[in-house]
């Protein structure tokens, strides 16, 4: 029709249109990338590194002269305060009244660089604490990658294992219709007792209640998965893609060192920034010498004069008694780093159990995978013979209901332990401190 040719372009948009807006299908590597960027641990951890930073420029600022600046107007009538600015001014004579010298007023400017010359190591100490605290915070953004990471693919997989949960209950309840339209054909015929029927029409019923059940579970799958994801809409419907190499690509670890493991290199650098943290403990029993240089100028409109002055010099202090605080910030800093000593201790030992309890669950889980192969083959075999044996009136209806409930269950059981195989890699892979996927 001529009339609709200058629409086409608009109708063919319009065709488009829900393809192009559909959403790119999840893969695990995109999931993990989306995780990094928005989960809110992630962020969390990505803020206390930039928090350790800022203290290491902290600390740099002990080497660099420190320049102040300072202004105020005054006026009084104080004999001592007068008499101080009107020095300060040039501006004595003996002319002048010490006892009342009347309203004085003084505009005050000063300008003071300081610079500390030795403070017993505490400068560097604080130094060396600081960056061992941006080490360890380093390690803590990793570890806290490591657990996400995990959590993005168990949250990934919960989906697969919930949908193939559904699509087994799915088989099973096509399956159970197929049995009750030839059972009412048989009962219609008088060939099969009412009983038999109506237990065909209840175990369909219960598998339909059952695949209810396991949509509802898909549904908070999903929503578990974008709230892993830290997505703004968690009720955003996700979408796997059906073939994802990253996650056939999660491999097992060859070695069982958990020597690199985050957190272990996390508190080994908090050791070492509780040791320096001792060494600016013990720094306080050390003197403490200052350079510093000023410059004021002053200016009196009572008096109408003006003057400017500078002072510097050197000076020196040294800490003689304290009522015993530096001792008791030394002992405090020995025991806070004994702590954390016995923290890095306590976290090899549960480590290694928990390397061990991975290394068991992903064995457990690639046997089970193993034996559901098998299974699922022979049960869906049995199944198809029970059904035809059924449909010539040569199988009873219990156990036509016996060999359909356990093909659903093996289905099921296949679907687990497939995702749970990928699973446990993944666990094993965060509990030696490994990156998730080996090709990342």
Not at 98 to 112: C, E, S, V
Request: hydrophobic share 50%.
């Amino acid at each position: 029709m001529p009339f609709l040719r200058p629409l086409l372009p608009f109708l063919l948009i319009a065709a488009l249109a829900p393809s192009a807006l559909r959403a790119e299908p999840w893969t695990l590597d995109r999931a993990l990338a989306a995780a990094l960027k928005d989960n809110p641990d992630a962020r969390l951890a990505s803020q206390r590194a930039e928090a350790a930073e800022a203290m290491v420029q902290q600390a740099r600022a002990a080497w660099y002269p420190q320049l102040s600046l300072q202004g105020r107007y005054t006026q009084t009538n104080s004999p001592m305060m007068a008499f101080g600015s009107i020095l300060n001014q040039r501006a004595f004579n003996f002319g002048l009244d010490f006892n009342q010298p009347g309203r004085i007023d003084d505009l005050n400017a000063t300008a003071t660089v300081a610079y500390n010359i030795y403070s017993g190591g505490r400068p560097s100490a604080g130094l060396a604490a600081a960056r061992a605290g941006v080490r360890a915070a380093t390690q803590d953004v990793h570890a806290a990658h490591n657990q996400l990471g995990a959590a993005v693919v168990k949250a990934y997989l919960d989906i697969r294992k919930a949908r193939e949960a559904v699509g087994a209950l799915e088989a099973g309840v096509a399956a159970y219709d197929a049995a009750v339209a030839a059972a009412r054909l048989r009962y219609d015929a008088g060939q099969m007792l009412k009983a038999d029927l109506l237990s065909l029409e209840v175990q369909l019923s219960q598998t339909r209640e059952q695949l209810s059940a396991a949509r509802h579970g898909a549904a908070l799958a999903e929503r578990a998965f974008n709230f892993v994801l830290g997505a703004e809409n968690p009720s955003a419907p996700v979408e796997l893609a059906t073939e994802d190499p990253a996650l056939a690509g999660l491999a097992a670890p060859a070695t069982a060192d958990f020597s690199h493991r985050p957190e272990l290199l996390g508190l080994e650098e908090r050791i070492a920034a509780a040791e320096a943290m001792r060494r600016v403990a013990r720094g306080s029993r050390q003197p403490t010498v200052n350079a510093f240089a000023s410059y004021q100028y002053d200016q009196g409109w009572q008096l109408d004069r003006h003057a400017d002055s500078w002072l510097a010099g050197v000076s020196l202090d040294l800490n003689i008694f304290d009522g015993g605080q530096t001792s008791a910030k030394i002992r405090q800093s020995n025991a806070e780093l004994a702590q954390v000593k016995e923290m890095l201790r306590k976290a090899k030992l549960g480590i290694g159990l928990e390397v061990e309890q991975a290394r068991l669950a992903l064995a457990d889980a690639r046997e089970r995978l193993a034996v559901t192969d098998q299974a699922v083959a022979q049960a869906e075999e049995s199944a198809a013979l029970s059904r035809e044996r059924f449909a010539k009136d040569l199988l009873l209806t219990a156990e036509l209901i016996g060999v359909e409930s356990r093909l659903i269950e093996i289905r099921m059981r296949h679907a687990f332990a497939a995702a749970d195989e990928r699973i446990a890699v993944a666990d094993y892979r965060r509990a030696l401190g490994l990156p998730l996927l080996s090709n990342p």
